[in-house]
């Protein structure tokens, strides 16, 4: 087998990585004051925005992702072997996360979907995450990483916010489905989406959210948020050895 060059992405990796986190916290932010406002085409709209930043981040995510993980040079007695698998796979099932929720908010399709991936992707990340931080990789050396507390608070917020996806996209769902004066009360019964002709008139002011829907939603931008600093904060811990030490 030939020498395939390695290529060091790990910094465009993160860049991207924060990027996603910023558009999310963002859009899920402008979600909230539109609902909050009774706003049912506001929602569409800043969803149907948001996925083009959001599909072009999948889209370079995705090709980082691949070339991780069919390029990978290293051998497991370089000491990095199963690196491929620590960072490609996650940065997989990150942008596929990224492109099924823009395809869906583009189209103006149920959210419920994206939201279910992303918690099956962010239980997954978790796993990564523990296990990247809790693997003796020589004795007393705990960590798959030169920065393992970093990787851990990065894998860990992401997986947080993957996992509270799946309820804060049920409730959005909720909402866009039962447009009207008021709050619907939740049920399991869920009638199909109101068409966009049949969408009534945005409120003129506010109305109430009940607390249950900030339960269940609040979280995800919250966590989100969180992965957006655990992503800088790792970006300012791997940034400098990468860029004094080119591969």
Do not use: Q
Request: aromatic share 18%; net charge negative; charged share 10%.
């Amino acid at each position: 087998m030939g020498f395939v060059p390695f290529v060091d992405d790990l910094g465009l990796i993160v860049a991207l990585i924060l990027a996603a986190a910023a558009v999310f916290t963002y859009t899920s932010l402008r979600v909230f004051l539109a609902i909050y406002r009774n706003d049912s085409r506001g929602v569409r709209a800043i969803l149907k925005a948001s996925a083009i930043p959001t599909g072009i981040l999948g889209g370079v995510s995705l090709l980082l992702g691949l070339f991780i993980e069919f390029t990978w040079p290293f051998l497991l007695s370089d000491g990095l072997g199963a690196y491929d698998i620590f960072f490609g796979d996650v940065v997989m099932l990150f942008a596929m996360v990224l492109i099924v929720y823009a395809i869906v908010a583009y189209l103006g399709l149920r959210l419920e979907y994206a939201g279910l991936f992303a918690l099956v992707a962010g239980i997954t990340t978790a796993w990564y995450g523990y296990w990247g931080y809790t693997t003796l990789v020589s004795p007393g050396t705990l960590g798959l990483t030169k920065d393992p507390l970093e990787t851990f608070l990065l894998y860990g917020a992401f997986a947080a916010a993957g996992f509270f996806a799946f309820p804060a996209t049920l409730a959005v769902d909720w909402f866009l489905a039962h447009p009207g004066p008021r709050w619907t009360p939740f049920s399991f019964a869920l009638r199909p989406v109101t068409e966009e002709s049949e969408v009534p008139t945005p409120g003129t002011g506010p109305y109430r959210v009940p607390a249950s829907f900030y339960l269940v939603a609040v979280w995800f931008p919250i966590f989100v948020f969180l992965a957006f600093v655990a992503a800088w904060f790792y970006m300012g811990a791997i940034l400098p050895a990468h860029l004094t030490s080119p591969p």
